[in-house]
């Protein structure tokens, strides 16, 4: 799978694509990644970017014929790409659509605006997609590129070292994780559930499930309207109401 990020910082991009699982994948030629600088395409000596806005205003706006031009040099080598424009106005990232993206998409272009943002004609002309991770603004768009771009590569068979990783994660299946443990078994007087080191898989995936249901309730249980209760873990949470009664009782 192909990343390209247009920006004005690419060296901020670059580093990212050389570290950790990232640079691993890249490595192995799982994924590419490459930074296209969007100043490059700039026509005067200062390499202008942005100018006034139109009406009056606070701030500055990055200017369309600059943006098409490094939209299209990606495009000549990737007509089927889809360019996606990071902003707080796009529709929310999820898990769901870092699946899909790792499934369906072979060429995904992130755009990364600056100052107060893009000539609209560029939105309306150029964009496929607008993505928000979050319902806040920040000083421009490469953390929130780099964010999808590690949601989506982690996804792909081979960029994670065991198979069942992604499958195992949160809000895959609209519930949280379960609980984790490792060495040392005691730590600060509290020690490693017994079922962990009992040896029964079987135990072991019932008390995970068990985990991931009770977590899900007590941290998210608005995920619950997104995918109801099954009967197992309708038990899981009436077995465990009636242990906390029992408790409060005493």
Not at 116 to 136: C, L, P, Q, T, W
């Amino acid at each position: 799978m192909n990343f390209t990020v247009l920006t004005l910082f690419p060296e901020f991009i670059d580093f990212f694509f050389t570290r950790g699982v990232i640079g691993k994948a890249v490595e192995k030629r799982l994924i590419a990644g490459k930074t296209v600088n969007i100043r490059d395409f700039a026509h005067d000596r200062h390499k202008t970017v942005d100018d006034r806005p139109y009406g009056g205003g606070c701030g500055m706006v990055m200017k369309p014929d600059i943006l098409a031009a490094a939209i299209r040099s990606v495009k000549k080598t990737a007509p089927d790409s889809k360019v996606i424009l990071m902003t707080p106005q796009g529709s929310p990232f999820d898990q769901k659509k870092a699946w899909d993206f790792s499934r369906e998409e072979k060429d995904l272009v992130f755009v990364c605006g600056r100052y107060e943002g893009i000539d609209e004609r560029i939105r309306n002309g150029f964009v496929d997609e607008e993505i928000s991770i979050g319902d806040y603004v920040m000083t421009g768009g490469e953390l929130a590129a780099m964010v999808i771009i590690d949601s989506v590569a982690r996804l792909i068979p081979g960029v994670l070292g065991g198979c069942e990783s992604a499958e195992m994660d949160s809000f895959t299946g609209d519930r949280l994780e379960h609980a984790h443990y490792t060495r040392p078994f005691e730590f600060e007087g509290k020690d490693v559930p017994e079922v962990l080191i009992s040896g029964d898989h079987e135990k072991i995936r019932q008390w995970r499930t068990s985990s991931s249901v009770k977590r899900t309730f007590i941290k998210r249980p608005d995920l619950f309207s997104k995918k109801k209760l099954d009967l197992k873990e309708k038990e899981i949470l009436s077995k465990w109401c009636q242990q906390i009664e029992q408790l409060i009782g005493k």
